[in-house]
T-cell receptor
């Protein structure tokens, strides 16, 4: 059975304190791995898509990387506005169009 | 204007009532999805539709039904609402999935409370 696990469940950071979030997956075949940001009471907002091991994508203070078993979302020198829940999702080769989501990591950045 | 809209944004109803949640999109995408989100469980797929004539059950479709009225409209119904259907409901859209065009874009959500 396909599984997506995110860790930690929650992360509290001081402003400027860099850290990483983990998304590990067990799937039959990976078609793509997606990262989303979700603010309270809002829909998930797309951040990145990664398709193959070794791929990296960056956006402002965020950098996503992918290996054959996991993905990391690195937050460099975070600011309070980076506080959100970060979700990862996988699309597998045997699930046309369907995504499987992890439970998310809630990040709080304090001034 | 938002590309994916959902109505209503909040709804409180009673056990046994029929409820319809509506989703509209202006992105021109063929594929549409309904998810529910519960604390600690992440997003779970209820139904998905690849075009107007193609509707499929997701992992938690029991107690729900859907209607794809047009390419841009996808409605979710709870025929007889029960308290454990209290959740956040999200509609999403995506392109046809080929060539990397498979990112899902989400609406703002509907918070449903069943008393």
């Amino acid at each position: 059975e396909d599984q997506v696990t995110q860790s930690p469940e929650a992360l509290r950071l001081q402003e400027g304190e860099s850290s990483s979030l983990n998304c590990s997956y067990t799937v039959s075949g990976l078609r793509g791995l997606f990262w989303y940001r979700q603010d309270p009471g809002k829909g998930p907002e797309f951040l990145f898509t990664l398709y193959s091991a070794g791929e990296e994508k960056e956006k402002e203070r965020l950098k996503a990387t992918l290996t054959k078993k996991e993905s990391f979302l690195h937050i460099t020198a975070p600011k309070p506005e980076d506080s959100a829940t970060y979700l990862c999702a996988v699309r597998t080769t045997d699930s046309w169009g369907k995504f499987q989501f992890g439970a998310g990591t809630q990040v709080v950045v304090t001034p | 204007d938002a590309d994916v809209t959902q109505t209503p944004r909040n709804r409180i109803t009673k056990t046994g009532k029929r409820i319809m949640l509506e989703c509209s999109q202006t992105k021109g995408h063929d594929r549409m999805y309904w998810y529910r989100q519960d604390p600690g469980l992440g997003l779970r797929l209820i139904y998905y539709s690849f075009d107007v004539k193609d509707i499929n059950k997701g992992e938690i479709s029991d107690g729900y039904s859907v209607s794809r009225q047009a390419q841009a409209k996808f409605s979710l119904s709870l025929e007889s609402a029960i308290p454990n259907q209290t959740a956040l409901y999200f509609c999403a859209t995506s392109e046809n999935g080929a060539g990397g065009r498979d990112t899902q874009y989400f609406g703002p959500g509907t918070r449903l409370t069943v008393l």
